[in-house]
């Protein structure tokens, strides 16, 4: 571990609100349905994930802000999964047929907005944080991709807005350099890193849920999970892991073309997986010490305390072979059973009968 590297503490970090949902030590995990690519540049197909993802129960909608021109070259080639997808070789030719425009977006952020959803957005160029800005998103989500591109990291950073960081295909040296200078601009309380596996679709063998508690015990801010695992069942055990926020894309059809379409969920999958989320946080809970209440009654007629093995009379000295332990609970410990040996009964004990203090002396 680097010398530099933040020591682990115990101290949660601190909350951290987006929209009208805060995420701290007791919230709810926050789930952001991926819309990305997958409206394949239509606004009609993006207005209909967001009623999807709606009704499917998720806080925010996110969707992916660039331009083909700045973002990428002509030569760049598309990667396999994409083009196993059906997409252009091109990468500049299939994110130019993907785009949205700005008054696009404002007309799909309202509309996330009405229904009472955080309209989230991925910038890829300097321009485009301005132009999510610009739409009134309560919080900057950055790619995997960009957690080296320091032009970016330090436009969001300006922004002043919650960053949800993605920290997928790095090397922990990567993410300690983006962290550090996220700590440098005092933004180390609005941070939100999110493990993810920049593998599509993502093979639970290659998940490993454990390095989202790693993430938070290593850089102190809340974590969560990219999930590009083409199962529902993800949600809950990610949230058992200790996610606190969730990304999970969605699809009307998983057969339509496009990069992201075949791994993503379709929205009764993204139901499940929502009710799946939800049921890891109500499993989880928060840590107890002590007995619950459900379990007292459970307690009192399981748990079991010293009797008389026999007829017990007043004025005998208590021996072992007096003595036995059965339920239910309530009265002298087993633990405290040798205590007895040696007293003298007061009054006379019947067989059976829960042996209390107030019945010997000596």
């Known amino acids: 571990m680097p010398p530099s590297q933040p020591r682990m503490e115990t101290k949660p970090p601190a909350p951290v609100k987006i929209g009208t949902h805060t995420i701290d030590a007791t919230s709810s995990p926050f789930i952001i349905a991926e819309v990305g690519v997958n409206h394949n540049g239509q606004v009609t197909i993006a207005r209909q994930l967001i009623d999807a993802a709606h009704q499917a129960g998720v806080h925010a909608v996110k969707f992916q802000v660039f331009s083909a021109d700045t973002l990428v070259s002509t030569e760049a080639p598309s990667a396999s999964y994409q083009t196993a997808a059906g997409c252009d070789s091109s990468q500049y030719a299939m994110l130019k047929g993907l785009e949205l425009q700005p008054k696009d977006f404002a007309q799909l952020a309202d509309y996330c907005r009405s229904l009472g959803l955080s309209f989230l957005a991925t910038p890829f160029g300097v321009q485009d944080v301005q ?154 809970g928060t840590p107890r010490e002590g007995v619950a209440e459900s379990e007292k009654e459970v307690r009192q007629v399981s748990r079991k305390s010293v009797v008389a093995r026999v007829t017990i009379r007043k004025g005998e000295r208590i021996t072992a072979e007096h003595l036995a332990i059965k339920r239910p609970g309530g009265g002298i410990e087993p633990k405290d059973w040798l205590s007895l040996v040696g007293k003298v009964a007061q009054r006379d004990i019947s067989r059976d009968a829960q042996i209390g203090w107030d019945m010997v002396n000596g």
């Open 131 to 284: 132009t999510v800005v610009d739409l009134g998103a309560p919080a900057l989500k950055i790619a995997s991709t960009d957690l080296n591109d320091v032009p970016i990291l330090e436009a969001a950073l300006a922004s002043r807005l919650p960053l949800i960081v993605s920290t997928g295909a790095s090397e922990l040296s990567e993410i300690d350099e983006a962290t550090a200078l996220f700590r440098e601009h005092g933004a180390a309380q609005r941070l939100v890193l999110l493990h993810c596996v920049s593998s599509y679709p993502t093979a639970i063998s290659e998940a490993a849920l454990s390095t989202i508690r790693l993430l938070r015990d290593r850089y102190r801010v809340w974590t969560g999970f990219s999930d590009h695992t083409e199962i529902v069942e993800s949600g809950g055990l990610a949230v058992a892991a200790g996610a606190k926020v969730l990304e999970k894309h969605i699809t009307l059809d998983r057969s339509w073309p496009g990069p992201d379409q075949a791994f993503s969920l379709t929205p009764d999958m993204l139901k499940r997986y929502v009710e799946s989320a939800q049921m890891g946080w109500q499993m989880l």
